[in-house]
């Protein structure tokens, strides 16, 4: 994205929708690091799955990365991401509960599943649910045939600019921690002005480049997490019970927000009042809170954690 007056002109000159591609997954670390395609994303949303192990979903629209993956299967709040950017949605399938809500919503008819053209199995020795990767090139041109590849039209936008705004509080390293079954770290590096990402306690890089994983925003949004028991995600094989629930994020309505951009950190509130509202942010005067130009991680975070977040 670029500067707020300028983000619909690039919305409008693309001429495709924007791909949002679900999930990458991020656990276990020896199978699915490292990941292919989230460097190149302009947004990219890490959150928790059934417990606090994360996933990404990756928004891809100014770059094309020449592979993406590994995919894996859908969550409840890819009914809501992609309404956020009148996106088209790729994943590999879902539980029938979290089938039921994407293909009843209103890009239903952008859903790219793992037969679609794009999708490829690498064959590699680790476990299959692994090994399902995409070129996202293949997903333009399968739109496109269908007259489905098209510039989204956002209801909302983000505010951008490359000066940081004032009261900010200088901060160089960011913590999170998903319930000590991943770790997150940030560190801001002077010399590029970008957020350098470890994940784990070890250098997080995008397969595709060998660089290290970088964002010039990482936006913390604190939601409330709410198990949905009549969807069941998981049921061991020869079991006859669940032993995973699916979890509904709540990323819409107002929360509590951490944003940090040229080693500032800001303190304030998302907003999301309608479903094709993206999140916005807001300082405690209501006015916006702009990003620095480039890409942005949203770390989603549950309520529930207890101090996820730390600072120096």
Known sequence: ????????????????????KRQISNSPAE????QSG????DIVFEHATEGPITRFTAIIYSQTPPDMGPIRSGRLIDAEIPQ???AAFAYSGASSGVNFKLFNSPFSNRILRADTPGFYRTGEDKPFEHTLYATPETWWEYLEEREL???????????????????????SHININYQDRMIVDWEYDEESGRYLRWADGEEHVDRNTDEQLSAANVVVVFALHQVDFGICEYIP??????????????????????????????????RRDQPNHMLTFYDADDN???????????????LHYVDPVTVE
Not at 38 to 41: E, P, S, T
Not at 155 to 171: N, R, Y
Not at 288 to 302: D, E, R, Y
């Open 149 to 171: 590849n098209r510039a989204p039209q956002l209801a909302t936008q983000l505010s951008f600019s490359e000066e940081p705004p004032e009261g900010g509080e200088e901060v």
């Open 237 to 270: 094989i020869g079991g006859s019970e669940c032993q995973a629930f699916s979890t509904e994020i709540q990323v819409w309505g107002r929360g509590s927000a951490m944003i940090f951009r040229d080693g500032q950190m800001y303190e304030g509130t998302w």
């Open 31 to 34: 199978f699915v690091r490292p």
């Open 288 to 302: 916006p809170i702009p990003l620095q130009i480039g890409n942005t991680f949203i770390q989603v975070v549950a």
């Open 1 to 20: 994205f670029q500067a707020e007056d300028g983000i619909r002109d690039l919305v409008r000159s693309r001429g495709l929708g924007d791909v949002y």
């Open 38 to 41: 989230l460097g190149q994303a």
């Open 84 to 86: 956020m950017f009148d």
